[in-house]
């Protein structure tokens, strides 16, 4: 297994989650720097933007099937208004005690969930309670197990 080693980089907070996410596909799989590294050498080349847009049309297939499964549904794209830059990425929203786990957000304490991830540490990443994400998977295992 590689060592990883921490990074600490400066960007505007809207792009918090995205930089996490780069991280993550960093870890995960191998050839993702390579792909990455290509895209920044070369830009946004015609064939790299279809090719984007194919992947991007399988993660939203993968997604909806996602959300069919946990019995939420994802609204069509061109059904909403285009979020704020600063929520594109985002995994909760809100203030204070108001604060609530966006699909997106859900995804992700699934995810780290099922990987071991202990609820504070997902607390901390997503932005929400330890509490609320007790909640959210116990209701979560209720929902699976019904």
Same mark, same amino acid.
């Given at each position: +297994?590689?060592? %990883?080693?921490?990074?600490?980089?400066? !960007?505007?907070?809207?792009?918090?989650?995205? /930089?996490?996410?780069?991280?993550? +596909?960093?870890?995960?799989?191998?050839?993702?720097?390579?792909?990455? %590294?290509? +895209? /920044?050498?070369? $830009?946004?080349?015609?064939?790299? +933007?279809?090719?984007?847009?194919?992947?991007? =049309?399988? *993660?939203?297939?993968? !997604?909806?099937?996602?959300?069919?499964?946990? $019995?939420?549904? *994802?609204?069509?794209?061109?059904?909403? #208004?285009?979020?704020? *830059?600063?929520?594109?990425?985002?995994?909760?929203?809100? #203030? $204070?005690?108001?604060?609530?786990?966006?699909?997106? $957000?859900?995804?992700?304490?699934?995810?780290? %969930?099922?990987?071991?991830?202990?609820?504070?540490? /997902?607390?901390? *990443?997503?932005? !929400?309670?330890?509490?609320? /994400?007790?909640?959210?998977?116990?209701? %979560?295992?209720?929902? =699976?197990?019904?």
């Amino acid at each position: +297994m590689t060592a %990883h080693r921490q990074v600490n980089v400066r !960007v505007p907070m809207r792009y918090k989650n995205l /930089i996490v996410l780069a991280g993550r +596909m960093l870890r995960e799989d191998p050839s993702f720097a390579a792909r990455l %590294h290509k +895209m /920044i050498n070369d $830009g946004p080349s015609a064939a790299a +933007m279809a090719d984007m847009m194919d992947r991007l =049309e399988k *993660v939203e297939r993968y !997604v909806r099937g996602v959300a069919e499964l946990a $019995g939420s549904s *994802v609204t069509e794209p061109d059904a909403v #208004e285009e979020p704020p *830059v600063a929520d594109e990425f985002a995994f909760s929203r809100g #203030e $204070g005690m108001s604060r609530r786990l966006t699909q997106f $957000g859900k995804l992700e304490v699934l995810r780290l %969930h099922r990987n071991g991830t202990r609820a504070t540490q /997902i607390a901390a *990443v997503v932005g !929400v309670s330890q509490q609320a /994400i007790d909640q959210f998977i116990s209701r %979560h295992k209720a929902r =699976e197990a019904a």
